[in-house]
């Protein structure tokens, strides 16, 4: 059998990539159309009851207010992750990046994804960082907690009583 040409593998590779990003922006555009009804009836809903109050409002001065994106970061999600991580860590330790493997094959399925893959290795660090400033977390091998070979370990002094789930 004759082997495959690299080229024709790699167009193979990104079409199927380009069929799964079109996959997911189908969910994501019914999703859209669920999420845009139900704030639609809420909408016109709350219309109704403002209509039915008997102090009239300016609705010219009203203006919409756009919230942020649900961040994957949102409080204590981090945090919580990493401390995880490190419960169950080898006595010598995890890696930065180690930490950060962990972390995305359990993230909350509640919570949407980190995206940039730099950016959530800088917030884990400075997370990483302020655990062990704190005295939660202990980093005793190479790295001050500003490069990926930094090893942590969970400060079980600390942690004893603490039941982790």
Do not use: C
């Amino acid at each position: 059998m004759a082997r495959a040409p690299t080229s024709l593998l790699l167009l193979i590779d990104r079409r199927n990539r380009l069929e799964g990003e079109l996959a997911r922006l189908k969910t994501l555009k019914r999703q859209s159309a669920e999420l845009y009804r139900h704030i639609s009836r809420a909408l016109d809903e709350i219309d109704d009851l403002l209509d039915q109050h008997p102090v009239e409002l300016d609705w010219s001065v009203l203006e919409p207010k756009i919230t942020q994106a649900k961040s994957p970061f949102e409080y204590g999600v981090l945090t919580a992750q990493v401390l995880r991580a490190l419960k169950d860590a080898p006595a010598t330790g995890m890696t930065s990046l180690e930490v950060a493997e962990v972390i995305d094959a359990s993230w909350p399925e509640s919570l949407p994804r980190p995206g940039d893959r730099k950016d959530f290795m800088l917030r884990l660090r400075k997370r990483l960082k302020r655990l062990r400033d704190d005295g939660a977390v202990l980093s005793p091998a190479v790295g001050n907690g500003h490069t990926t070979s930094s090893t942590w370990i969970l400060n079980k002094d600390r942690w004893s009583g603490l039941a982790l789930e």
